[in-house]
């Protein structure tokens, strides 16, 4: 192979079930120079259960930005490197970008291998919004942090998703509850693709109380996924913001009217628009 087709690889591995890992990324793994990895021990595992004899390089968050250059020298003197993760999409809450932007800053080819996520896996088959969302990561650990974080969060960015420790995961819950209330809709992920997998549905309280059922709930990874705000019903829209929409439907497109009333009066464009359809008598 020469120098100018050496690259690093962005190489998805299982979140738990080791049969989750793509064909393509077992032979990428089998093929390349050098294996950089987040914990090699961990790592190690999973490629000697693939049969692969691989050398490893650490690549971590205390010796990301001091790792990346000698990664980068190694792939432009002609050896492919393949990037991987403890568990998942490398980057995604993980390690590796100061090493992806060296690479892009150096005119390294950088090719995904793409693969499981667990964002991606909880999102799929929650049962919330998917057509928009807002990964926040890991949240704070203290909980004044957290809740700064959750306020922060732009209204209309869709299902917020994030991931959270077993160990703080009640606590969080009683942030979220503080910030959103407790009736917002939520679904707890954990364990996905492992044996005890479970999507818990609810509400901050609820699923309080589930994990407080049974200590053992308390334990492994987790995905917390918040619900948009539910849509006002056309009875729970105040007279007077009815009567602006009306006076401005009167003179503008229904879009524009709509997102003018939500402007004025501090409320959600959709659930005006939806409001404006009923009246006009057209279908949503």
Same mark, same amino acid.
């Given at each position: 192979?020469?120098?100018?087709?050496?690259?690093?690889?962005?190489?998805?591995?299982?979140?738990?079930?080791?049969?989750?890992?793509?064909? *393509?990324?077992?032979?990428?793994?089998?093929?390349?120079? #050098? &294996?950089? @990895?987040?914990?090699?021990? +961990?790592?190690?595992?999973?490629?000697?259960?693939?049969?692969?004899?691989?050398?490893?390089? %650490?690549? +971590?968050?205390?010796?990301?930005?001091?790792?990346?250059?000698?990664?980068?020298?190694?792939? $432009?003197?002609?050896?492919?490197?393949?990037?991987?993760? /403890?568990?998942?999409?490398?980057? !995604?809450? /993980?390690?590796?970008?100061?090493?992806?932007?060296?690479?892009?800053?150096?005119?390294?080819?950088? &090719?995904?291998?793409?693969?499981?996520?667990?964002?991606?896996?909880?999102?799929?088959?929650?049962?919330?919004?998917?057509?928009?969302?807002?990964?926040?990561?890991?949240?704070?650990?203290?909980?004044?942090? *957290?809740?700064?974080?959750?306020?922060?969060?732009?209204?209309?960015?869709?299902? &917020? !998703?994030?991931?959270?420790?077993?160990? *703080?995961?009640?606590?969080?819950?009683?942030?979220?509850?503080?910030?959103?209330?407790?009736?917002? =809709?939520?679904?707890?992920?954990? =364990?996905?693709? $492992?044996?005890?997998?479970?999507?818990? +549905?609810?509400?901050?309280?609820?699923?309080?109380? #589930?994990?407080?059922?049974?200590?053992?709930?308390?334990?492994?990874?987790?995905?917390?996924? !918040?619900?948009?705000?539910?849509? $006002?019903? @056309?009875?729970?829209?105040?007279?007077? &913001?009815?009567?602006?929409?009306?006076?401005?439907?009167?003179?503008?497109?229904?879009?524009?009217?709509?997102?003018?009333?939500?402007? !004025?009066?501090?409320?959600?464009?959709?659930?005006?628009? $939806?409001?404006?359809? %009923? #009246?006009?008598?057209?279908?949503?």
């Amino acid at each position: 192979m020469s120098v100018a087709e050496a690259v690093l690889y962005i190489v998805a591995t299982p979140i738990g079930h080791l049969d989750d890992i793509s064909q *393509r990324a077992i032979q990428v793994l089998r093929d390349v120079a #050098w &294996v950089a @990895a987040e914990d090699t021990r +961990h790592s190690g595992k999973l490629l000697s259960h693939l049969g692969i004899s691989a050398r490893f390089l %650490s690549l +971590h968050d205390h010796n990301e930005k001091q790792r990346a250059a000698s990664l980068v020298e190694k792939i $432009k003197a002609g050896d492919n490197v393949a990037l991987i993760s /403890d568990a998942g999409t490398p980057l !995604i809450s /993980d390690p590796g970008y100061s090493l992806v932007r060296l690479c892009r800053d150096a005119g390294v080819r950088v &090719v995904p291998i793409p693969g499981p996520c667990a964002l991606i896996a909880a999102l799929c088959c929650a049962g919330l919004p998917t057509d928009k969302f807002h990964f926040i990561g890991f949240l704070p650990a203290k909980s004044g942090q *957290r809740q700064q974080v959750l306020k922060d969060i732009p209204a209309g960015v869709g299902t &917020v !998703i994030c991931y959270e420790a077993a160990r *703080r995961i009640i606590d969080t819950l009683q942030d979220v509850m503080a910030v959103y209330g407790a009736d917002r =809709e939520l679904v707890l992920a954990k =364990e996905l693709t $492992k044996t005890f997998e479970h999507f818990e +549905h609810g509400t901050a309280t609820s699923i309080i109380e #589930w994990l407080e059922a049974d200590p053992q709930r308390c334990q492994g990874e987790m995905v917390l996924m !918040i619900a948009p705000p539910a849509e $006002k019903a @056309a009875d729970d829209i105040a007279p007077a &913001v009815q009567q602006t929409l009306r006076l401005l439907m009167a003179e503008l497109p229904l879009k524009k009217a709509a997102a003018l009333t939500a402007e !004025i009066h501090g409320e959600k464009k959709n659930a005006l628009y $939806k409001l404006g359809l %009923s #009246w006009s008598g057209q279908d949503e």
